[in-house]
């Protein structure tokens, strides 16, 4: 019999004062921290403030209070968010103030929240959490480089999101907490409240708002933890450039020699699987900064998506994935606990949170030098693109800007057939400022540090999805390890039209006749052309977006 929890899942609030837990504050007892938080709002003296608990206190805490928390087999603690099983991109707003306004990048990503109805939101969610016996509170860094990290602190009344934000920050050491100070940015996670859809300007009883102003983030009507994981990225994808850092939404691994490489790419292109090389050590797997010294985590862990999760394909997420990790709404067996992967009962978006030092290979601290490879992959189903290309810098701006990749049949309900999906600087819901100021200041890197960009196709080659096979990941793997080696750079290089990329003639291990898309067709000359000019038409269109803020070399940089 499978566990499965209904949504449902909230719990009545527990007697104040249980044994074992700490009382509340009194007036002239209160730290620092109880003062700043009584400042944000929160009463010490009614509620009991857990402060950067242990994660065997978090255990106990989400297990005593938490209905539907449980442990599984192998250890991990088992959440569930209830109704939102994913981000609510429709509900994220960004307040619009002097500091920030004439900076962001209005439209539908970043859509505007006047300062009266932050306050308003701000204030439904402190009255909520302070109608809670108690509440948990986590210090912790966002960028493993000292010289950028910022201070984040968490306040929920869920033990189950502090323990996620325990594992996808960076932890301070003792030494480090004492001497914390004041948070650079603030999270007020009421999640668990509906926002006032009659409030102005709210669409649902969700609403995720970021205020640069005040550096406050509030939360209310969704218990996605994932909303937090992003809503810090967001902040960073602000903050950092603005201070002369790239932030990018990609994964980073080491080789023994130490070069490092960047990699890109969207849901189904193979980013984790390829970054996570055995042969190298783990940077990050999704979110980090490319400063003056190189490159930083802004990450203290890992968000792994879990379904069909197993052992033999991903091992080392598979074995993560114990004591001090966060599953979240995985259905299990209701006797052993075990866990069962396959089961999408309550979503398919099952995921893991996990320190990153729970991987063998991953580099502590998380920090390396300037890259030397960066990697662009994207998922061509109609079989056109290389399965690999070597970009120019302007080529790298418009790839990068127009972040493409297809989903196929099977992957979501109602594609039936091949369909593009184009997503600006490979992560648009969490972009501030416009794409091509992030693709400049890469151009700008790439420049700097004499790096080497590539276009790899992990999709299909010598027809469509329809018609032919994915490009065979041991494929994919030997082109990796030509660039890796750096044979790849002293290859001889063909012209492909249209897109006007570069193809190498040969790859080690690689049948030449898959490198060159025309070559390797097994369709008529009259369908490929078709193909081709049908996704360089998919790209001109997507890209009429950026193209008034675009520079013309980056404009020109695409297919013809």
Excluded at 6 to 18: A, I, Q
């Amino acid at each position: 019999m499978s566990f499965r929890p209904n949504s449902s899942h909230s719990r009545p609030n527990s007697p104040h004062g249980r044994p074992g837990s700490p009382r509340p504050f009194s007036p002239g007892q209160h730290t620092k921290v109880e003062e700043e938080l009584h400042l944000a709002g929160i009463d010490y003296d009614k509620v009991t403030i857990k402060h950067n608990p242990s994660v065997p206190v978090l255990y106990e805490e989400a297990l005593t209070h938490e209905l539907g928390t449980v442990i599984s087999s192998a250890g991990a603690l088992c959440s569930y968010s209830g109704k939102k099983t994913g981000r609510s991109p429709h509900d994220k707003r960004i307040v619009e103030e002097s500091g920030s306004s004439k900076d962001i990048w209005w439209g539908p990503v970043n859509t505007k929240m006047s300062e009266q109805v932050f306050l308003i939101n701000r204030e439904r969610a402190v009255d909520y959490l302070n109608t809670h016996p108690r509440l948990y509170v986590f210090d912790g860094y966002a960028g493993w480089d000292p010289k950028y990290r910022k201070k984040v602190r968490v306040i929920a009344s869920r033990a189950y999101h502090i323990l996620f934000m325990h594992n996808m920050l960076i932890r301070p050491t003792e030494e480090e907490l004492e001497n914390f100070g004041t948070p650079a940015f603030t999270i007020f996670n009421a999640g668990e409240f509906p926002a006032n859809r009659y409030t102005t300007g709210m669409t649902s009883t969700t609403s995720v708002s970021i205020n640069f102003k005040r550096a406050e983030m509030v939360i209310l009507g969704t218990e996605y933890a994932g909303e937090m994981k992003k809503g810090i990225f967001t902040v960073m994808h602000y903050l950092m450039p603005k201070a002369g850092v790239l932030s990018l939404h990609s994964s980073a691994n080491e080789g023994p020699d130490g070069d490092v490489s960047v990699f890109f790419g969207l849901s189904g292109t193979g980013k984790t699987t390829l970054s996570a090389d055995p042969k190298r050590h783990l940077i990050g797997d999704d979110e980090h900064c490319w400063s003056d010294t190189g490159i930083f985590n802004i990450e203290g862990g890992c968000y792994a998506k879990c379904i069909d999760l197993s052992g033999e394909k991903e091992p080392e997420i598979f074995n993560a994935i114990r004591f001090g990790s966060v599953l979240e709404n995985v259905v299990l067996n209701e006797e052993s606990r075990v866990v069962d992967y396959a089961d999408d009962y309550l979503t398919e978006n099952t995921r893991c949170a996990y320190p990153i030092n729970f991987i063998p290979n991953a580099k502590i601290p998380c920090m390396g030098g300037h890259p030397k490879n960066l990697i662009l992959l994207t998922c061509d189903a109609f079989g056109v693109l290389p399965p690999v290309s070597k970009l120019t810098p302007s080529q790298v701006m418009y790839h990068f800007i127009s972040g493409y990749t297809t989903k196929v049949a099977g992957t979501e309900d109602g594609i039936v057939e091949p369909t593009p999906t184009f997503s600006a600087c490979f992560g648009a819901p969490f972009l501030v400022l416009h794409p091509q100021k992030y693709a400049t200041m890469l151009a700008q890197k790439m420049s700097e540090h004499a790096s080497d960009a590539w276009l790899i196709n992990t999709g299909w080659v010598g027809g469509s999805a329809s018609d032919a096979k994915r490009c065979p990941l041991k494929y994919t793997r030997a082109i990796l390890d030509a660039i890796h080696s750096g044979e790849l750079a002293k290859s001889k290089f063909e012209n492909f039209e249209v897109f006007g990329l570069s193809i190498p003639t040969h790859v080690q291990g690689v049948p030449d006749e898959l490198l060159h898309p025309r070559k390797a067709w097994q369709g008529t000359p009259q369908t490929f052309e078709e193909s081709i000019n049908k996704v360089a038409g998919m790209f001109k269109e997507n890209f009429k977006t950026f193209q008034d803020e675009a520079s013309p070399e980056t404009c020109a940089a695409g297919p013809v």
